[in-house]
């Protein structure tokens, strides 16, 4: 068989050629990285522990000091997933911006003053407060001055124009639809009720303004009064200032 083969080999070898083959039973020699590790690199290490010590010490302090250097308070909640993805805006809005998530945070400024209204919006430093105005308080309780606070309420609405008003991204003033105008409103609530309800709820006004639904809700019930109510289109037709919805069967002004 193979075994006899190779014992002849063996046997015919160490005769004629005066070979020396290993004892079967003989420990198999060491590898050279062994070797390396147990001669050169036992010496070099035992030669210079101390100052090989004091060097691990040193980028060990230096890794320390340049992670906390680099180390910044989040300005946000890190994201669940992409914004892209709509299932992220819609949970990005309800625990934003609904209470079943807990109660939301609102705030309401008067007076701010116009040359120096606020240094930067935020709440991790002791400056970012608004500075008030007892001047600008009284000129925004005029008519004049609600009407200015409504217009500024509704300037996001200009979308991303020269000025960078809004997107979606953090390189406008306010973020949210890109898009010049409002978002598209259900219509029927809209002129039923007199209630804005965006069409699609992923859309994104970039603000929540309730100047903006009482001036709905007074142009609706206080103006519009005498469409409201109006079940035809003959009744509703005849009455000055009222216009008929067909496809929605409402009196509207």
């Keep these: 068989g193979v075994g006899a083969g190779v014992g002849a080999c063996r046997v015919i070898g160490g005769r004629c050629c005066q070979m020396h083959w290993p004892a079967v039973d003989a420990p198999p020699g060491k590898r050279a990285m062994e ?26 302090a230096a890794m320390l000091v340049s992670a906390g250097v680099g180390l910044r308070t989040a300005d946000k909640a890190s994201p669940i997933g992409r914004d892209s993805l709509d299932a992220m805006r819609g949970a990005d809005l ?25 240094e930067e919006w935020g709440a991790s430093r002791d400056a970012d407060v608004a500075r008030l105005s007892a001047a600008s308080a009284a000129r925004l309780a005029s008519p004049e001055g609600q009407l200015e606070l409504l217009s500024l309420c509704r300037a996001a609405d200009r ?20 898009l010049a105008g409002q978002c598209p409103a259900k219509d029927d609530v809209l002129k039923t009720a007199g209630v804005y309800l965006p069409d699609d709820v992923l859309c994104e006004s970039g603000r929540y303004c309730f100047m ?15 469409c409201v109510g109006k079940t035809s289109s003959g009744t509703c037709g005849s009455t000055a200032g009222c216009i008929w919805d067909t496809v929605v069967g409402a009196c509207y002004s």
Excluded: M
């Excluded at 010496?43 to 004091?54: A, E, N, P, T, V």
């Excluded at 809700?217 to 206080?222: D, K, L, N, P, R």
């Design 35 to 60: 070797r390396f590790s147990e001669g050169p690199l036992f010496d070099l290490l035992k030669r210079y522990r101390i100052g090989l010590i004091f060097v691990w010490v040193a980028v060990i």
């Design 212 to 226: 903006e639904d009482f001036a709905r809700f007074w142009a609706y019930h206080v103006v519009g009064a005498a």
């Design 94 to 118: 309800l625990r934003n911006h609904f209470a079943i998530f807990g109660a939301p945070t609102t705030s309401v400024a008067w007076g701010i003053d116009e040359e120096e209204p606020i």
């Design 159 to 178: 979308g991303k124009d020269a000025q960078a008003t809004r997107c979606g991204s953090r390189s406008c003033l306010i973020r949210g639809r890109g």
